[in-house]
Structure formats: C-alpha cells, structure tokens
C-alpha cells in the first residue's frame, strides 16, 4: 500500500512541476517595421509610413555616387523587440545575408544609443571617384560618431554601375531570432 501511495505522490508531484505557475513567455523574433536607405540624391525606399515620415523623397530606385556628399548615405530603421537586440548590416550581390560582408553592429535597446529606431551613416569610395584606391571600391557603415573600417567590396561588384543590397538583420540579444530586410541599391 505504501509503494502505491509513493507512486502516486511521484506521479502528482511531476504532474505538477510540469505546470508551472509561473509565466511561460513565447519566444519572439524581432520585428523590423521598416528599413531605410536614403541614397546620394536625398531619395528613400520608403513612402510616409505608421511610425514615421521618412527621411528622404520616395524613389523606386537608389543610387549611391561616390561624387556626391563624398559618398556618404543614410541607413535608417525602426523594431520591434521585447528586449535588447543586435542590429547588424551588411551588403551583398543578392539579398542574402550568405556570403554577406558586414559592415557593423549595434546593440540597441532600453537606455542604449539606440532603442527601437536606429541610424548608421554609410561612406562609398570608389577607385572611380579616387584613383589612390588602386582599383578597389570600398564602403563603411557605422552607427557610432566615427567611421568604421573601411571594407574592401570589389568582389561584389560586375562593374560600375554594379546592383548591390544593404541589408538589415536584427535578432534578439537572448533567444537569438532574427528578422532581417534587404534593399537594392546601385552603386556608380
């Protein structure tokens, strides 16, 4: 009788350790609402959205010129996340983040330089524009006050002009889900 009385106070006792009163949160990826690029002619992806007017005149079509603002463009977004995330950039010859060069990451989040919006300042510097570069286009992105190493992106391009991709992925700094967007962007 005591083995039977044993057993069925194991078997309540896992029963309910499985019903844990506690909250069970679902994970939750990421959610980019919008990703922006505001090429060298002051043009952007986006028409006026919900969160907010965008940061240049809507264009189908970007173009980034290493002649004009000496190159440099805006990247502009705004996510969704229950808690603090990684926002990393890169640029690709499609719109995939395989084989992607990336360019920076921010971490973003509550009391962060960032929190659901973010910003980063991209320079382009083609051999085109500046003959010193010795046949090489190079391009940086950064979402602090200084630039970041330049990173040489020849192998991306077919020539000039050349279609490439910028492309925004964010994932939650804890479960690791992501969400990611990309844009294509010709490069003069």
């Keep these: 009788m005591n083995i ?5 106070l194991c078997l ?15 994970l939750e990826a990421p959610y980019i609402h919008y990703w922006e690029v505001v090429d060298s002619y ?19 079509n970007l173009f980034i010129d290493p002649l004009l603002d000496n190159g440099y463009f805006e990247l502009w977004w705004d996510v969704s996340s229950y808690d603090d995330y990684s926002a990393g950039i890169y640029i690709n010859d499609r719109p995939s983040l395989i ?3 990336e360019l920076d990451t921010a971490y973003c989040g509550y009391d962060r330089s960032c929190d659901h919006s973010g ?14 570069l ?9 979402t602090r006050r200084a630039d970041n190493t330049h990173f040489d992106i ?3 391009f077919t020539g000039h002009p050349s279609n490439l991709y910028m492309i925004l992925e964010v994932c ?16 003069e």
Excluded at 4 to 8: F, G, P, R, S
Excluded at 119 to 129: K, L, P, R
Excluded at 135 to 142: A, E, K, N, P, V
């Design 12 to 26: 309540s006792a896992a029963v309910l350790s499985a019903c844990d009163d506690h909250y069970h949160e679902e």
């Design 4 to 8: 039977i009385k044993v057993t069925a």
């Design 134 to 142: 010795n046949g090489s286009d190079t391009l940086s992105c950064s």
């Design 42 to 60: 002051g043009h952007s992806n986006l028409r006026f959205n919900t969160f907010q007017e965008s940061h240049g005149v809507f264009s189908q």
């Design 99 to 101: 084989g992607a060069y």
């Design 154 to 156: 020849t192998p991306l």
């Design 119 to 132: 910003f980063a300042y991209c320079h382009f510097n083609s051999h085109t524009a500046n003959p010193y």
């Design 172 to 187: 939650d700094n804890d479960s690791g889900l992501c969400d990611s967007q990309a844009q294509k962007v010709t490069f």
